[in-house]
């Protein structure tokens, strides 16, 4: 993995120390070169410090931003009010990720963050495909609804959904039914599954750190969702569907499918007319009647 970073020297050093086994990372001097970089390099993750010396406004890294799209950005940044406030204004502007110069940059925490970044830019292509579905629900339903797929960590159940979007189970259940949306579980289930995708197909994380991080009781608990969601084992869904194809199972698991209709009952059996059943007259008809004894001794004499 390729990490582009825009750093004063004791972060980068930092971010190299800690990536040194998971990531390569690229360093730039200046704007100019960190958009070069981007470009040159097929990087998943930019890392830039909002206080970098040469950086006067961190706004003019806004452009960048917008010509790589694809490239998730993380600030990283020592603690301090001119920090704070150079990343708000990129907070601003949709950077969502930020870590603290001793407070949490250990190295398993670094790794860990750009371990999971990369899964945004799944979960953002799934909601690009499901917006005209999402587009039906009333504007703070839908919000966590996307909140839900870009931090699914965040709303391990359906009650966290519900409590984001500000409403009840019940009404946040019609509401999803009205629209035509899957049951809340099954959204639950597939933001966490996208995540699982991401780790499976991008690092060599066990499945059972895979679990815990995303909120499994146990690694069976994720097989079996994995399984539930895309029809296959997590040992060889990676292998077996790329992106497009996982991602339009799931879009395809966020509608909610039509009930089967219940097949038409059986006619009515025709009314028998009343009396003996058809089968014993016919008997009776076909049994001769016994002679009398005297006609028979006759008979027989």
Known sequence: MDVIAYLSDPLLYSLRAAARS???????????????????????????????????????????????????????????????????????????????????DAPERIRALLASVPGDTLSQILLRMAEPLLARLPLPLGRAVEELFRDPHRMPDVGDLARSAGIGRRTLDRTLERCGIAPAGTLVRAARVVRVYHYLRGSRI?????????????????????????????????????????????????????????????????????????????????????????????WHG
């Not at 993750?45 to 961190?58: E, T």
């Not at 895979?210 to 969601?229: D, K, N, Q």
Request: aromatic share 4%; charged share 20%.
């Open 22 to 104: 998971a990531a390569t990372v690229h360093a730039a001097t200046g704007t100019r070169e960190f958009d070069a970089l981007l470009t040159l390099h097929p990087a998943s993750i930019a890392v830039v410090d909002p206080q970098v010396p040469g950086l006067r406004d961190p706004t003019a890294l806004l452009p960048i931003f917008e010509r790589h799209a694809a490239v998730q950005v993380i600030a990283y940044a020592t603690l301090s009010p001119a920090a704070m406030r150079g990343y708000g204004l990129l907070a601003s502007h949709g950077v969502r990720h930020l870590m603290l110069r001793g407070v949490d």
């Open 206 to 298: 066990p499945l059972k750190a895979i679990a815990g991080t995303l909120g499994y009781l146990t690694p069976r608990g994720l097989t079996s969702e994995v399984c539930l969601m895309t029809g296959f084992l997590p040992s060889s869904l990676a292998r077996e569907l790329d992106p497009e194809d996982f991602l339009a199972r799931i879009a395809d698991r966020m509608r909610r499918t039509s009930p089967v209709p219940a097949p038409p009952a059986p006619p009515a059996p025709l009314a028998r007319p009343a009396g003996r059943p058809l089968a014993s007259r016919v008997r009776a008809r076909r049994t001769p009647s016994p002679l009398p004894a005297r006609l028979r001794a006759k």
